[in-house]
C-alpha cells in the first residue's frame, strides 16, 4: 500500500530520482527528508 500511494502521489517513485538523472520537486525533496519517506 505504501508504494501505491507514493506512485498516486508524485507519478513516480521519488527516491530513485537521484540514481536515474531525474531532478526531483520541492515536494518530493521535502517527502525524502520527513520521517514518512520510503528508506528501502
Not at 507519478?11 to 514518512?36: A, Q, V
Request: avoid cysteine; charge should be positive; proline fraction near 2%.
Amino acid at each position: 500500500k505504501h508504494h501505491r500511494d507514493i506512485v498516486k502521489r508524485f507519478g513516480r517513485f521519488p527516491h530513485r530520482n537521484e540514481i536515474l538523472g531525474r531532478m526531483s520537486t520541492m515536494e518530493e525533496l521535502d517527502y525524502l527528508l520527513s520521517d514518512n519517506a520510503f528508506k528501502g
